[in-house]
């Protein structure tokens, strides 16, 4: 499984981007999808994730209302859309994705079984 992160840029406080993770599987529906997000100095935080069986998405509190998980999956691609973009959104976001069947936990980075190799996203002020 392959998972190909995209979109990133440089974008000014308040303004959006759109990230994508194209996932090279088969069996793209029967994962959990994540993104998380990766600060310098500071370690991976959990943004977003949408459970396979349509049980819910998850977000972190600080990203409630401005951050948007979407799925297609004729493309096998997950989306997440950023708006409202806030100094402190500035990471390098990674997509992943869980093939656990009991117990997902989507905040926890270990329940992931695969990443995508991070897409910079930088908010001026």
């Known amino acids: 499984v392959q998972l190909q992160a995209s979109g990133g840029g440089l974008v000014q406080a308040g303004g959006s981007l759109r990230l994508s993770c194209a996932v090279s599987?088969?069996?793209?529906?029967?994962?959990?999808m994540g993104w998380f997000r990766q600060a310098p100095g500071n370690e991976m935080e959990f943004v977003i994730a949408?459970?396979?069986?349509?049980?819910?998405?998850y977000y972190k509190d600080s990203v409630k209302g401005r951050f948007t998980f979407s799925t297609d999956n004729a493309k096998s691609t997950v989306y997440l859309e950023m708006n409202s973009l806030r100094p402190e959104d500035t990471a390098v976001y990674y997509c992943?994705?869980?093939?656990?069947?009991?117990?997902?936990?989507?905040?926890?980075?270990?329940?992931?079984?695969?990443w995508g190799q991070g897409t910079q996203v930088t908010v001026s002020s």
């Open positions: 949408d459970h396979r069986l349509g049980v819910g998405t």
């Open positions: 992943a994705a869980s093939d656990v069947t009991t117990g997902y936990d989507p905040a926890r980075s270990s329940m992931y079984n695969y």
């Open positions: 599987s088969p069996t793209f529906s029967s994962y959990h």
